[in-house]
C-alpha cells in the first residue's frame, strides 16, 4: 500500500486533504460499530478525503468532510444495502463502497441501483484507478 501511497502523491489532477491517526481513525469506527479495511485505514493516515483523477472521484474521510457513512439518499430512491458503507463518489454519480466485514470494494451504480464492478480490495481499486480515470481513458 505505501507503493501506491507514494505513485499517487507525485501524479498530477490529485486534491489530497491531511491524513489523520490512529486514534481518530478508531473514534470513528467505535461511533459507527464499524471495521474499516485496513488498506483504507493505511490510505486515511495519508489522506482523510479529497479527490483523485480531478474531476475522477472523491473520496471521504472520518475527520474532514464530507465523511463516511451509509448512504441515505433524501429523494425516493432506495437505501444502498445495509452492508454498504460510501467511501466516496464519482464524477458521474455511482458510489464507491466498502462492504461491511470484508476487504471488498463495490461501485454502486446509481442508475441501476445495483452492483457495477467490484474489487478484493482498496488497494486493489488504486491499481486500477489509472485505467479508470487516468489521461488514456
Known amino acids: 500500500m505505501k507503493e501506491i501511497i507514494e505513485q499517487f502523491k507525485e ?4 486534491s489530497f486533504l491531511p491524513g ?10 467505535a461511533e459507527n460499530s464499524v471495521a474499516l479495511p485496513a488498506d483504507y485505514k ?13 474531476p475522477g472521484m472523491q473520496l471521504y474521510g472520518v475527520s474532514h468532510k464530507p465523511l463516511l457513512s451509509y448512504y441515505n439518499q433524501p429523494d425516493e430512491r432506495e437505501d444502498l444495502p445495509e452492508e454498504l458503507f ?9 458510489v464507491l463502497c ?8 463495490v461501485q454502486w451504480d ?3 441501483w445495483e ?6 480490495s482498496f488497494k486493489d481499486f488504486l491499481s486500477e484507478a489509472e485505467e479508470l480515470f487516468g489521461e488514456g481513458s
Open 20 to 29: 489523520v491517526g490512529a486514534g481518530e481513525i478508531a473514534d470513528w469506527e
Open 42 to 54: 493505511e490510505w486515511l493516515m495519508f489522506s482523510d478525503g479529497g479527490e483523485i483523477y480531478i
Open 11 to 14: 501524479m498530477p489532477n490529485m
Open 98 to 105: 466498502f462492504v461491511k466485514g470484508e476487504s471488498a470494494i
Open 86 to 94: 460510501v467511501l466516496g463518489e464519482f464524477g458521474f454519480g455511482d
Open 115 to 120: 452492483e457495477y464492478m467490484r474489487w478484493e
Open 110 to 112: 446509481h442508475e441501476l
